[in-house]
């Protein structure tokens, strides 16, 4: 989409900055994530938001911008915790520094309830997120809140500038997408996000980027590859789609893939690798590596199918590049290293043999953009499975009696929550094996085996999650099936943690 009345975002680190983008797009309203870098190239924006970050402002290498550019474009501007306390030094104030964290929930007590906090109710729960707070005030700024402690937690210093300490795009900050809906109704013709005009451009922005160059799509039946694929189609390129099977897959998923691309009318070739994929991740037990294993054989098998292909398309969405912090100019901290983001493939990205047209999506987009490509509706709202597979479900070493256990208790898992109608009330769910044998009785007899953890958590894009709170007759007759069934189970565990501070997955 044309990068013109948009709202730009300037990523100073936070892990929640791609969210502000998602709840501008989710107000209607088109939104584009820059590094800042790229700020003197953002087009004629309608509003400008800088996120959070993990600096302190006054780090010697402390991310900064040209002030007199930012003000010069002449529209609202709001800074997000790190940016609201850059704004204040700009100002002419100062932040302090402090060696104490202020992490979670807060009251807001609002002193200035019109413009920004409009019909925002006093006391409302916003989320924290910083070390620093703003110490002197500028002369002219105004402190339109504070918290339950007094400290000034959003300010204004001058008509169109606006800063904020909390986080207003995650949903721990109960009223942040109002706050933030004030905010954008201050700027003028706002372009809005429209999954079918994205739709277009996507496939103008393929035509013009593929050409007659031939691609090569790794297929998974998740959501993101599977319209990936069905996005290539509808555009036309000369398009190899290719299902590896890893040996990590979920129970009988080899042939569901099949069979659902089959309706789908897109072609796929499989190539059967699970002996390969095993014998490389023997003996290792380190996360990183597992997934840097992963992502760079991924590639290897591509290659020895194609040869040398001419494009790479992967269907890599927003989360995976701010968690993997894989943008060389990025200044967020690295969470995790998605399969998607490994050396190899960034190398290939640079010499330009990467198309990612998903990149700037979150997974609820892609399944608008899905539907809108006519996918059916049982195959986008699949849960979402990660590339890695059933790796990052095994801490510690993998071996094929560990994946087999996994495989039929979350095939158990699965199957109750279809049974009792809460599989499309759940986001994802999955078993995961504890890599601690417990002493337990089977048979009137001593048993030393595993256990497995079951997670179910509802979330709108990845980056934040919370556990679901599933009918005990639901986790009982799970419970009882596994333990009667699973050979190598003794316990069965429910995981209640929320994201923050676990992640969604276990590795």
Same mark, same amino acid.
């Given at each position: 989409?044309?990068e013109s009345?948009? *709202? ?12 502000i983008?998602?709840r ?11 590094v ?17 970050g ?17 003000t ?16 204040n030094r ?25 413009g ?9 729960q916003?989320?924290?997120?910083h070390?620093?707070?703003?110490k ?6 105004? *402190? ?24 207003p ?25 429209v !999954?079918?005009d ?32 069905v ?9 190899r ?26 072609? !796929?070739?499989?190539v ?11 003996g ?9 294993i ?22 890599t ?11 060389a100019?990025s ?25 990612e ?13 899905? !539907? ?17 597979g ?27 929550l ?19 044998k ?10 030393y ?7 179910? *958590? ?21 419970s009882?099936q ?13 995981d ?8 969604i997955?276990?590795?």
């Amino acid at each position: 989409m044309e990068e013109s009345q948009h *709202v730009a975002v300037l990523d100073f680190g936070s892990q929640y900055t791609q969210l502000i983008v998602r709840r501008v797009r989710e107000l209607g309203y088109f939104a584009k994530l820059y590094v800042l870098e790229d700020f003197p190239n953002i087009g004629k924006p309608a509003a400008i938001i800088l996120s959070g970050g993990p600096k302190s402002t006054s780090d010697p290498d402390a991310p900064d911008l040209n002030f007199e550019l930012l003000t010069g474009f002449g529209v609202p501007v709001l800074g997000v915790c790190y940016g609201m306390q850059l704004l204040n030094r700009k100002f002419g104030g100062t932040v302090q520094a402090s060696d104490r964290r202020e992490y979670g929930p807060a009251a807001l007590v609002i002193e200035d309830g019109g413009g920004l906090f409009s019909g925002i109710s006093n006391s409302s729960q916003v989320w924290m997120s910083h070390s620093d707070t703003v110490k002197l005030l500028p002369d002219g700024c105004r *402190v339109l809140a504070s918290n339950q402690h007094g400290t000034a937690v959003a300010l204004q210093w001058d008509a169109r500038c606006f800063g904020i300490q909390f986080h207003p795009e995650v949903t721990h900050s109960h009223e942040g997408l109002a706050i933030l809906r004030n905010f954008l109704a201050m700027a003028e013709d706002l372009q809005p996000f429209v !999954i079918e005009d994205f739709k277009r451009d996507l496939i103008a922005s393929i035509r013009q980027q593929v050409g007659d160059k031939q691609v090569v799509c790794g297929v998974s039946g998740g959501v993101d590859s599977t319209v990936l694929a069905v996005l290539l189609h509808e555009a036309g390129a000369n398009v190899r789609a290719i299902f590896v099977d890893h040996g990590l897959m979920r129970k009988n998923e080899g042939e569901e893939v099949r069979h659902n691309f089959q309706r789908l009318g897109v072609p !796929i070739e499989t190539v059967d690798c699970a002996e390969r994929f095993l014998t490389a991740l023997d003996g290792v037990d380190d996360p990183e590596k597992k997934r840097v294993i992963i992502g760079n054989l991924f590639i290897d098998v591509f290659w020895d199918a194609v040869g040398d292909a001419e494009l790479l398309a992967q269907g890599t969405l927003y989360p995976d590049v701010i968690e993997s912090a894989s943008n060389a100019n990025s200044k967020a901290s690295k969470i995790k290293t998605h399969h998607n983001r490994v050396d190899r493939i960034l190398e290939l990205q640079a010499q330009g043999k990467v198309l990612e047209p998903l990149a700037e999506l979150f997974k609820d987009e892609v399944r608008a953009l899905g !539907i809108s490509l006519g996918i059916d509706e049982d195959i986008l709202n699949r849960h979402p499975f990660p590339g890695p597979g059933l790796a990052v479900r095994c801490p510690g070493v993998i071996t094929q009696d560990r994946l087999d256990i996994i495989r039929e208790c979350d095939a158990i898992f699965i199957g109750k929550l279809k049974e009792h109608g809460w599989y499309h009330r759940v986001w994802q769910a999955y078993a995961g094996l504890i890599p601690v044998k417990t002493v337990g009785v089977k048979g009137d007899e001593r048993s030393y085996e595993w256990a497995i953890s079951l997670r179910a *958590v509802v979330s709108e894009d990845a980056m934040t999650a919370d556990w679901v709170e599933l009918p005990p007759l639901l986790l009982r007759e799970t419970s009882h099936q596994i333990l009667n069934q699973v050979k190598g189970i003794n316990r069965v565990l429910y995981d209640i943690s929320t994201k923050p501070p676990a992640s969604i997955e276990w590795e």
